[in-house]
T-cell receptor, first 114, second 114 residues
């Protein structure tokens, strides 16, 4: 099976702009989660979508939003970019194994805000 | 709330030496614990997971971890380090069912000296 794919891999944006990142999960996986990774804050959970509905949400401002399509592909959007949004954004697709979800990560999108 | 603590940010070992990366967890319910590895400019790869079926868990690339409830620990070990093990390692905990978000430790960078 193909793994989780994320596009684009690298992105440079200017402060105040908005950006959309895309994630295609592993075939058959219905849950997609997004994480932000920065040197200062480490790995932080943004949100999770399951069957086109947001199921869990982390502590990020409303500038961060996402959605999931009927084919399980997901996008996340960041509006009014700030310098502090520069990070590696990781997408993970999940499948239920018993009572626990196992998450498989994509390669990430490296966002640089200048 | 669930959390994991990884003490120290950097571990350096000689090639062929024992690798020991520490992780302690805090959870009010039976935890689901994971170790992930991240190579430069890549996403996270699942090394191993605690399933509650066995306290000693074997993973990929010769790594294993032992769950000790009395010590609230889930330390990662490998008997003999290889140069290719140099990477960043993350311990993570998740809930069960719909509460599947991963909470990560700060990560530990492993260096392997020739």
């Amino acid at each position: 099976k193909a793994g989780v794919t994320q596009t684009p891999r690298y992105l440079i944006k200017t402060r105040g702009q908005q950006v959309t990142l895309s994630c295609s999960p592993i075939s058959g996986h219905r849950s997609v989660s997004w994480y932000q990774q920065t040197p200062g804050q480490g790995l932080q959970f943004l949100f999770e979508y399951f069957s086109e509905t947001q199921r869990n949400k982390g502590n990020f401002p409303g500038r961060f939003s996402g959605r999931q399509f009927s084919n399980s592909r997901s996008e996340m959007n960041v509006s009014t970019l700030e310098l502090g949004d520069s990070a590696l954004y990781l997408c993970a697709s999940s499948i239920l194994q018993g009572v626990r979800y196992e998450q498989y990560f994509g390669p990430g999108t490296r966002l640089t805000v200048t | 709330a669930q959390s994991v603590t990884q003490l120290g940010s950097h571990v350096s070992v000689s090639e062929g030496a024992l690798v020991l990366l520490r992780c302690n967890y805090s959870s009010s319910v039976p935890p689901y614990l994971f170790w992930y590895v991240q190579y430069p400019n890549q996403g996270l790869q699942l090394l191993l997971k605690y399933t509650s079926a066995a306290t000693l868990v074997k993973g990929i690339n010769g790594f294993e971890a032992e769950f000790k409830k009395s010590e609230t620990s889930f330390h990662l070990t490998k008997p003999s380090a290889h140069m290719s093990d140099a990477a960043e390692y993350f311990c993570a905990v998740s809930g069960s069912g719909a509460n599947s978000k991963l909470t990560f430790g700060k990560g530990i960078t492993l260096s392997v000296r020739p």
